[in-house]
């Protein structure tokens, strides 16, 4: 298990670049490692399903707390309702698969202010940034939604999660396997606590 201080000097090198964020277009220049995250749309839904699909009995468990079947993921990705939902998806420059994704669900009429958050990056790419990336973006369009405070739920020995969600200024753990992040005062690159 990676100590706090190695987390912190990991290599920058073996970090991802910058990912290109973008809404609807697609850049070619750049450097050619930088994945591609963009928000995602009802025409997404193949690539969301591949992409859980993809993920093993070990990942499953610790994205659904539950490892779902193939047939229970095609049947959740079936029922994503997206206009309660936002997504932003990580997509491979070079092959077109989407290697991360980030999901914020609303329920306006029961927590308006709240959005419960997840989060997938595919092992090959994972320890680079991706997923505080992913986090980054997402928390940027739900906060122009009015949302004010991210959930997240986890299991309680996902040391990885607990090291992002840690990563957060405004982070609270209300309990073991559950932190509410506060998106309300700065820009979410600001709510980053680089030192600890
Ligand atoms: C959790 C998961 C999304 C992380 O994705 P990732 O791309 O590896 O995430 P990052 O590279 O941004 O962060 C990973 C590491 O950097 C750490 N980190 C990120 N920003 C940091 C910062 N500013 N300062 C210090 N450490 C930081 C993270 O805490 C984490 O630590 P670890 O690698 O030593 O365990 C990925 O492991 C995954 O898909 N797991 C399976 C699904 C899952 O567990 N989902 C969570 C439940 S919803």
Do not use: W
Not at 145 to 152: P, Y
């Amino acid at each position: 298990m990676m100590s706090p201080q190695s987390a912190l000097s990991r290599n920058v090198q073996q970090r991802f670049p910058k990912p290109r964020f973008t809404s609807s277009q697609v850049t070619l220049s750049g450097h050619a490692e930088a994945p591609l995250v963009r928000y995602l749309a009802e025409r997404d839904r193949p690539a969301i399903q591949d992409h859980l699909l993809a993920l093993s009995n070990t990942d499953r468990e610790r994205r659904f707390h539950n490892c779902l079947s193939d047939f229970a993921i095609i049947r959740y990705v079936r029922d994503l309702d997206f206009g309660r939902m936002a997504f932003s998806g990580a997509f491979h420059m070079g092959t077109g698969k989407l290697i991360g994704l980030a999901e914020a669900h609303m329920n306006p009429a029961h927590k308006p202010d709240m959005a419960e958050m997840s989060i997938c990056v595919l092992p090959d790419h994972r320890g680079r940034g991706l997923g505080t990336d992913l986090l980054d973006h997402l928390i940027t369009a739900v906060r122009a939604r009015g949302v004010r405070h991210a959930e997240f739920y986890f299991q309680p020995a996902n040391r990885t999660m607990i090291r992002l969600v840690r990563s957060f200024s405004h982070c609270r753990m209300v309990a073991i396997g559950y932190a509410v992040v506060s998106l309300i005062q700065e820009e979410p690159t600001d709510l980053r606590n680089m030192v600890a």
